[in-house]
């Protein structure tokens, strides 16, 4: 199945209303993008400057002084305006366009007149343009303009940071290619290549689509880029001084031609954002082979090197991938933007084929990595999203510096909190796909929202209402323009359901449904105003992990539904790791309103091994039979994504059975 | 009680004869002296060049060319003729004397007119002497040599580099102490307090102890001697270049004065080398606090921060400890160096006061952690020892490259290797102690040997035969020059007898003894030639951790005697994780003589959860009732310091019950 939706707008109009999501989205809109601005002009108190608008402004001519923060520190203004058009988009909010258009205003003023646009290489290092791709992040912040651009444009309708980002794009063009007298190059931090389908999208013009694919075919291809620009550059590097040992190719996933990687390596959030243009380009070019390549990496990614939160990426050395089956719970590195770029790739693959373990480890990162990695208040954020946490080690452990007990108010390297927004600003766009030739509208995500599809067989309004995550129960109503005009419903069959298929009904009556591919289908001739109802089993379940996940080898997480729960030390008694759970005990659920603006908890029978008094003799290992019985309790476990906005302690998602 | 024993050689004349430890030992005299020296001379085949010989040759003017190594690496040739030293002292060996005696010849004209004696700041750094204490090395150099001048003075007789080393001391003294125009400083590296003590042994010298208490007072004194020279350096570092943070004070135990230090922090080997020096000090001078601040370090490292191998400093950043607890099995350091620092505190805490769990920890780590960093044929070595090992995850896995799978040839900082050399070659030491004043002979470890010792009540000789580690029995005969004379054998009773007294007989009759502080006391008239037997019970037992060591929750380690044992891979199925040990069946002992020169191998009943068939959907993860049964199999355990010793592959010590 291909879905060809070039030169259309991105997404349905599909407006987010749900008990659930709502107050996230208005978060985003109310609390983080007012924050984020904020912090881009350093203006938060007690958090690391984050430079992004002054060093606009100097590269303006507006203000004197040195360039701050990160070579790639313009992607978080661009991230953020990303998120102001998708807000825009659902929202009108004058002052905030305002701002926006403000920014926007900067960003003219900073571009130059062939049409580059970077401000670390307009300040620091004139002169040194396209000399360490491998390094510079220069592709990179102009893909995140570039998606900037699009989302203001779908948002706004105002055309003013496109034309800024077509005409960059064009000089782009000009300067890289396979031609004589081009640079033979490409990104060391991909980007560029989703934003350039991004813009095809957006404006119809095939040759920012042949400039994404020209990216993507080079990499990895001999002779290597990165490694005769490390002989022309004198093997230096950006990051430290003197002469380098040769940039580490895995690392930036072009160790070999894309086509033929197998596993997913090196740097995550790198890795995703280039399957994420992959899955693109075989879509919109019907090319098999790569589409074969996407669903091998997906298939490594999500078959052994994801965690059971959709977190990746397990080595906080180099924020990567490690390999199959390595996912410790404690070292972990999961960081926050590599699940929302596995987001971006699952959404892709879905785009490709509709398939729902696509949707599932969406639905998985989505709900677990990506929501918890933002407190309650929208101020603060996990970089790393550990599924262990012991806030002594972290603090005198170095192994474990990376691993945060509290969610931090910015970051000197802050591309995390503004990926979260861009994400739940957009997150109705993740809802559902159509394709309109067969008449399909499928849901993949069950968020309560209000939809409107134009299909072959005509406009159709869809409302959905889910009571997702704490209840099963989702009721779609279907309203199509024309009375009596049929097509399909396609419902997600989500893989929590595992064993027990969902109950569907219309109007009331229960319904039998073809199922394909993991979707629900139902195609009909409709009526004026239907009712579809989809009863989801939702019930708490213990989950074990594949026995070459040694980290979890005689443990089991407690998952309900989307939704993975943990064990935090406020609940229960610390160690954690001194408790078990009882294997072939029920799990009981209860609602608890006054715990973090009301989320079910699940409790369950274990067992604590503590026994401070047969320890007496202050040796650290005794014969196991002098150990005392471990002795019952009752466990409390916590939504996941609710972890940490109570006092600091320790937490653990895979608990011993 | 005091043992003192001043200007005393330094024990008692004791030779090992032990169908175990004697294959060490001459395995140390035939196998690794002379490969270390080959190693000392560059001579190795594809292993890091040592350099240390080239430099002294250099430095003597006989060679051309740079300084090579680190900066300490002369104290790689001091150890080793530390080493050779205490070979020589129970066996002649004029070819290996001869070798020394030229090495020595080396040194001595490599010294310099005054007595300084370094071939780093010879070579590369001349006038940079004494301007970086807190990284150079240099004192910590010239404790090795120290040490190696008393070893092969007492070893051979000869004063040469006694002579050379005395002379550096006294260069020492007049350049550092609290008077005015001297350095009001220590070393970076703790190591010449201990030196300077057995350099006051050998030679009676006081002001040499006196200089020993000055390092160790000084340390962690206000104004901070590290913070201020590092402003008077520019803030640079040895180490990286440009401008750097203040050096981190508990990295060099120098964040209080060493009698208000209460945990074990920092990098462990110079904790370790420390505490000794302090224990010494406390012992010779009667110094009743720094006894007590001894206390509480041997405390809260063996008792909070030592894996049940006996190795310490569980974190490879900084090869350091951590914190109470926090004795991660696969992230480990527990360096090889730093086992054996543990054991010289141990003896010397020993010579303050007679308490077995000293002696406990000395063989807990001997047996365990030092042995087992050697290979077989003593020419691979450990430097980090892990007591979990997954090989994939060395080589994937950043957090885990220091964790090495199999021993390595060489290091290019190589201290690990020659410290067992020097270790092994000196273990006749560590047998006994004496109490000349109070007629009692101590036995601290079982270890067969031929000993002669003077009390008050005259000359004893003692010859002790051994079974362990297989069998529990040890024989004592005990021979006094004049029979009929009274003093008291004190036999240590040790604490994997936990529950179970060993017992003792006289001439063949049980015999009762008087227990204290952990030893047998039997004070009598001897005969002429008594046989004293003393029956250990020896068992595998299954041995738990303390609760707040999280990362054995769960699990249990097979102890038998002095061993830990491990479960390898080879004997096993992988991933050694998915297997358990059920807690209540017996464990099996059996000697197999094919294994590694035989061994007791320890077999249990245990379980597997591997079900592959299972897994056949490729996810990671799935309900905890779709799992199989877990199926019975036959856990097969070697001792741990063997592991490694056949082919790569995991290796488990903690086995999940």
């Not at 899955?279 to 490594?300: H, I, M, S, V, Y």
């Not at 070292?331 to 949707?359: D, N, P, W």
């Amino acid at each position: 199945m291909r879905l060809i939706r070039a030169v259309e707008p991105l997404s349905p109009q599909v407006q987010i209303l749900d008990p659930f999501w709502s107050s996230y989205t208005e978060l985003v809109r109310n609390a983080v993008i007012p924050y984020q601005w904020e912090a881009l002009n350093d203006r938060v108190k007690d958090a690391e400057p984050s430079y992004a608008i002054r060093n606009f402004r100097i590269a303006a001519g507006l203000e004197k002084g040195e360039f701050g923060g990160f070579v790639f520190q313009d992607s978080d203004l661009a991230k953020w305006l990303e998120a102001v058009g998708y807000t825009l988009a659902s929202h009108s909010d004058p002052e905030l366009e305002n701002t926006a258009d403000e920014a926007i205003d900067l960003i003219a003023a900073a571009q130059h007149e062939n049409g580059y646009l970077n401000t670390y290489f307009t300040i620091k290092e004139p002169g040194k343009q396209w000399t360490n791709l491998t390094d510079a992040h220069e592709l990179y912040c102009a893909g995140h303009m570039i998606e900037a651009a699009v989302a203001y444009y779908n948002g706004t309708g105002k055309r003013k940071l496109l034309d800024i980002m077509c005409k960059f794009a064009d000089y782009i063009e000009s300067v890289f290619g396979m031609e004589a007298g081009k640079i033979r190059g490409y990104d060391g931090h991909q980007e560029i290549e989703l934003a350039l389908v991004k813009l095809y999208e957006a404006t119809g013009e095939q040759r920012y689509l042949k400039l994404s694919q020209y990216f993507i075919d080079e990499r990895g291809r001999q002779p290597h880029f990165f490694l005769e620009e490390w002989e022309k550059r004198g093997k230096t590097s950006h990051w430290v001084k003197g002469i380098v040992p040769p940039p580490n190719l895995e690392y930036h996933q072009s160790h070999l031609p894309v086509r033929e990687q197998s596993a997913a390596v090196g740097h995550s959030v790198r890795a995703v954002y280039m399957y994420t243009a992959m899955a693109d380009l075989a879509r919109l070019n019907g090319d098999t082979e790569l589409k074969a390549a996407c669903e091998t990496l997906w298939n490594n990614m999500t078959g052994k090197q994801m965690y059971i939160t959709g977190g990746i990426g397990s080595t906080h050395h180099g924020e990567a991938f490690s390999f199959d089956y390595d996912l410790p719970n404690d070292t972990v590195y999961a960081e926050t933007c590599a699940s929302i770029g596995l987001i971006f790739f699952a959404r892709r693959m879905l785009q490709l084929e509709v398939k729902s373990e696509y949707a599932d480890v969406m639905e998985r990162a989505l709900y677990n990595n990506v929501l918890g990695s933002m407190s309650k208040d929208g101020r603060h954020f996990f970089y790393v999203n550990p599924l262990e946490v012991w806030p002594k080690a972290s603090e005198r452990n170095p192994g474990k510096h990376h691993v945060k007990p509290v969610r931090q108010k910015w970051f000197g390297c802050s591309c995390c909190p503004p990926n979260v927004a861009r994400l739940l600003s957009s997150l109705n766009d993740y809802i559902y796909e159509v394709s309109v030739e067969s008449n399909t509208i499928y849901t993949h995500l069950f968020i309560g929202s209000e939809a409107e599809f134009k299909l072959t067989a005509g406009k159709v309004s869809l409302k959905q209402h889910s009571e997702l995550p704490w209840k099963g129960l989702v009721q779609f109503t279907v309203k199509p323009e024309v009375g009596g005009s049929t097509f399909a419903l396609a419902l997600r069959i989500p893989d929590w359901c595992q064993g027990k298929p969902p109950v569907m009904s219309i109007n009331g009556d229960l319904a039998d449904y073809r199922e394909e591919k993991g979707y629900a289908f139902i195609e009909r001739q409709w009526g004026e105003e239907d009712i579809v109802e989809w009863n989801l089993p939702l019930q708490s379940q213990l989950i074990v992990a594949h026995p070459e996940i040694r980290a979890n080898a005689g443990k089991a997480a407690i998952v309900r539904g989307p939704l993975v729960y943990c064990l935090e030390e406020i609940d229960n008694s610390a160690p954690l790791a001194s408790l078990s759970i009882a294997a072939d005990t029920p799990l009981t659920e209860r609602f608890e309103a006054g715990i973090l603006g009301g989320a079910i908890v699940v409790e369950a029978d274990g067992y604590v091994k503590n026994a401070a008094e047969a320890w007496s003799h202050g040796k650290p290992y005794q014969p196991l039979g002098l150990q005392t019985e471990a002795a019952p309790l009752r466990l409390k476990a916590i939504p996941y994504y609710l972890w940490g906005n109570r006092e600091q302690g320790e937490m653990h998602v895979w608990i011993r059975t």
